[in-house]
């Protein structure tokens, strides 16, 4: 997890978890694993995490079922953010190690789009090492964990696996203002404040398209070794990395975010 994530979003440290200002009891979710109650908890991320489909996109039939208890299911969300800009110091450091990393890029305006959804300390990304569709506005320190992951692991896990290096990469978007499962009471995705990105497949130099749904238990060894090694790279950038393991939700993407974790499945 990034300095600037900690310092953007907390309202105060805990061992290097991050706590969130506006908190609502849904949002209490897992210690680190090790500590205790790791497996039940996880598993309680996963449900929580589970709703990440970004908007536009039909959430599938059978959802994952809503958390235990749900404050203000009868309610309207919150009309504070969720999310918290990023001190400046942290935002300019950002900006600076994106164009270190070679990325052209844009920084928004901060917005805040109610319901708790906001669009705070975010760029678009503009020019990066292989193009990417569909991306649009990503908190600064999450558009740095994928720039870093597109440079630094996608080619590598295409020389390893694949006869061809990557032309582009397919994302089904970023943010999107909304609660997890599309189910009213839930907790806000990530999605919500430009913290997240989910990614559905890559397109290669020779045209040939490998995807998360057709190939992550495809009949092609290479392909799901290839994304086997993407996942695998990614969570060691992002704080929270869910594929088709993680539950029925994530059958046809990768969903990064730069929320609490770790979280890897
Ligand atoms: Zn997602």
Request: charged residues 20%; proline residues 8%.
């Amino acid at each position: 997890m990034g300095r600037g994530e900690l310092a953007g979003l907390s309202g105060g440290r805990d061992r290097g978890r991050v706590r969130l200002t506006s908190f609502d009891p849904t949002m209490d979710l897992p210690s680190p694993p090790g500590r205790g109650r790791g497996l039940v908890s996880a598993l309680l991320l996963a449900s929580f995490l589970a709703g990440c489909v970004p908007a536009g996109r039909k959430p599938p039939r059978r959802a994952a079922p809503p958390p235990r208890s749900a404050p203000g299911r009868s309610g309207a969300p919150p009309s504070a953010p969720l999310a918290k800009a990023y001190e400046p110091r942290v935002l300019n450091q950002c900006y600076a190690d994106l164009r270190a990393q070679g990325a052209s890029f844009q920084a928004l305006p901060d917005k805040v789009t109610g319901g708790g959804c906001s669009t705070l300390s975010t760029v678009k990304l503009v020019r990066i090492g292989i193009p990417t569709a569909n991306l649009g506005a990503m908190r600064c320190q999450l558009a740095e964990r994928f720039v870093e992951w597109t440079d630094e692991a996608l080619q590598k896990a295409a020389a390893a696996w694949l006869d061809s290096p990557i032309a582009k990469i397919e994302s089904f978007g970023t943010y999107a203002c909304r609660q997890i499962n599309n189910a009213a009471g839930n907790r806000l995705s990530e999605h919500g404040s430009a913290n997240a990105v989910d990614i559905a497949g890559f397109v290669l130099d020779n045209g040939r398209r490998i995807t998360v749904k057709a190939d992550w238990n495809g009949p092609d060894e290479n392909a799901r070794n290839f994304l086997r090694a993407v996942h695998k790279a990614a969570c060691r950038r992002f704080s929270v990395v869910l594929g088709p393991d993680a539950n029925a939700l994530h059958h046809d993407h990768f969903h990064f975010d730069m929320g609490r974790g770790p979280y890897c499945r």
